[in-house]
């Protein structure tokens, strides 16, 4: 029977692994070690453990489902979230009770208003039309952008004017 709990620190080095395993093999081909995972699972485990919830099945860990608060203009929003099913247990409502506990935790300790997100989609569409079912929309005048930011210290020790 799968359970939801709060995550534990001893939980991030499986939770690592699985990570590492699905974004590696995803559409995404990132290339996680179970080092670089387990260090960004920690950051949230540090920074906000009182939302980062687990899913276990006979105690064994098998997914999870992490975020910040923010404070922003229209109230507090959950940003830069993580959530990730072992593959063996996807397509089965377990994300769904990882997000619906972690939502309610958020409002009901955080007053949450709203979840701020990127993501991406497989040739199935899976996940951002999972996303589009539960009412997110795609803003078009934003973007996800990043940059080496040596490039970028680069350009600006080039093109800042001195007074």
Same mark, same amino acid.
């Given at each position: 029977?799968?359970?939801?709990?709060?995550?534990?620190?001893?939980?991030?080095?499986?939770?690592?692994?699985?990570?590492?395993?699905?974004y590696?093999?995803?559409?995404?081909?990132?290339?996680?070690? +179970?080092?670089?995972?387990?260090?960004?699972?920690?950051?949230?485990? +540090?920074? %906000?453990?009182?939302?980062f919830?687990?899913?276990?099945?006979?105690?064994?860990?098998?997914? *999870?489902? *992490?975020?910040?608060?923010?404070?922003?203009h229209?109230?507090?929003?959950?940003?830069?979230?993580?959530?990730?099913?072992?593959?063996?247990? %996807?397509?089965?409502?377990?994300?769904?009770?990882?997000?619906?506990?972690?939502?309610?935790? *958020?409002?009901?300790?955080?007053?949450?208003?709203?979840?701020? *997100?990127? +993501?991406? %989609?497989?040739?199935?569409?899976?996940?951002?039309?999972?996303?589009?079912? %539960?009412?997110?929309?795609?803003?078009?005048?934003?973007?996800?952008?990043?940059?080496?930011?040596?490039?970028?210290?680069?350009?600006?020790d080039?093109?800042?004017?001195?007074d």
């Amino acid at each position: 029977m799968i359970k939801l709990r709060l995550a534990k620190q001893e939980d991030l080095k499986p939770l690592a692994e699985i990570y590492k395993d699905l974004y590696g093999s995803s559409i995404l081909n990132e290339n996680w070690s +179970t080092e670089t995972a387990y260090n960004m699972l920690n950051f949230f485990y +540090t920074l %906000q453990s009182d939302i980062f919830i687990v899913a276990v099945d006979n105690e064994k860990v098998i997914g *999870a489902v *992490a975020s910040l608060v923010k404070p922003w203009h229209d109230g507090n929003r959950l940003i830069e979230t993580e959530i990730f099913v072992d593959k063996d247990y %996807q397509h089965k409502g377990i994300g769904s009770k990882l997000f619906k506990e972690h939502f309610k935790i *958020a409002m009901e300790k955080h007053d949450v208003k709203i979840i701020e *997100a990127h +993501t991406y %989609q497989e040739e199935d569409g899976y996940p951002l039309n999972w996303y589009k079912k %539960q009412g997110y929309e795609v803003i078009d005048d934003w973007y996800v952008i990043n940059g080496n930011i040596k490039d970028a210290y680069n350009y600006f020790d080039k093109n800042i004017k001195e007074d």
